[in-house]
């Protein structure tokens, strides 16, 4: 109900009302691929790779609304997190040098430290390019984030280059015909529904993909034990860092069609962490 529909609303006074049910399908494939090594010999080894797809309706958990009430269909496409490849992995390795030493600095406190790292790879975010303001209501049905139509051939002809930055081009989308007929006739008091409106070539629902990412992430650990008044004192000692390469990409562009921005990127992200941090136990 948008509030026009007072002549068929029963409830005087109420304009919104919300309905939530579990009647939606969503619908998920995939490829897995696990290899791992169990810890012997000092290291050990995991990867895993998945090629996914999840499509649905909606992706968030009590929240979202159709684009069309009679064309739900319209809304079915990939899920929010539909990320098509994703390849996770790491390792442990117990440096084994220096551990036989003769020279006590070397082997308490240059050896026996553990190498650990963490990567992953993963295709790019899905998103969608919708309105948000009543002149993107194509459809006149009161809601607000239709479909504006797609006019480029791949989805790449969305993606422009400018001075090195990245947008997305308006040109490659296009505003609907309304329907014929409008959406309510206020002449009659009916909804005259123009059907022959969704024949046009709408843009789908998370039809993008954005740039993949990646991430490596690395640690050293040692323990150290100190004996204190008859007693050990186990000090671990973890020094990380948080993507290495400290690689970056590119911020998601804006995707309300409405908005003057438009398809504008504003920034690279990703930054490099390192942390050090010392635990007692005792
Ligand atoms: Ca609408």
Avoid: C
């Avoid at 809304?75 to 990320?83: A, L, P």
């Avoid at 194509?138 to 051939?153: E, S, V």
């Avoid at 993507?243 to 911020?251: A, D, G, S, V």
């Avoid at 990127?265 to 005792?282: E, I, K, P, Y």
């Amino acid at each position: 109900m948008d509030g026009r529909y007072t002549g068929i609303n029963p409830y005087a006074g109420i304009r919104d009302v919300y309905y939530r049910s579990n009647e939606w399908d969503s619908n998920y494939n995939s490829l897995q691929v696990v290899l791992t090594r169990r810890f012997s010999n000092g290291w050990s080894w995991y990867s895993s790779y998945t090629y996914g797809k999840s499509q649905d309706y909606v992706s968030a958990y009590q929240f979202g609304s159709f684009t069309s009430v009679e064309r739900n269909d319209l809304d079915y496409g990939s899920s929010d997190y539909d990320y098509r490849h994703r390849m996770v992995g790491g390792f442990i390795y117990d440096l084994p040098f220096f551990k036989q030493s003769k020279n006590w600095f070397m082997k308490n406190v240059i050896a026996g430290w553990q190498l650990a790292a963490s990567f992953h790879v993963t295709s790019g975010q899905p998103f969608s390019i919708s309105g948000g303001s009543p002149s993107t209501d194509y459809n006149k049905d009161g809601i607000r984030f239709d479909w504006p139509l797609w006019l480029g051939d791949s989805n790449s002809d969305a993606l422009k280059w400018n001075n090195g930055m990245p947008y997305f081009d308006r040109n490659q989308f296009g505003t609907p015909n309304a329907p014929a007929n409008g959406y309510y006739d206020d002449a009659t008091n009916k909804v005259v529904n123009d059907l022959g409106y969704y024949n046009q070539s709408f843009v789908k629902r998370n039809q993008f993909h954005w740039f993949p990412s990646s991430n490596i992430d690395i640690s050293l650990q040692k323990y150290f034990t100190i004996p204190v008044g008859g007693r050990d004192i186990t000090l671990q000692f973890i020094a990380e860092v948080f993507n290495l390469l400290k690689t970056q990409i590119w911020e998601l562009p804006i995707t309300a069609i409405n908005l003057s921005s438009f398809g504008q990127v504003s920034r690279m992200n990703g930054d490099r962490t390192a942390q050090l941090s010392l635990r007692v136990m005792f």
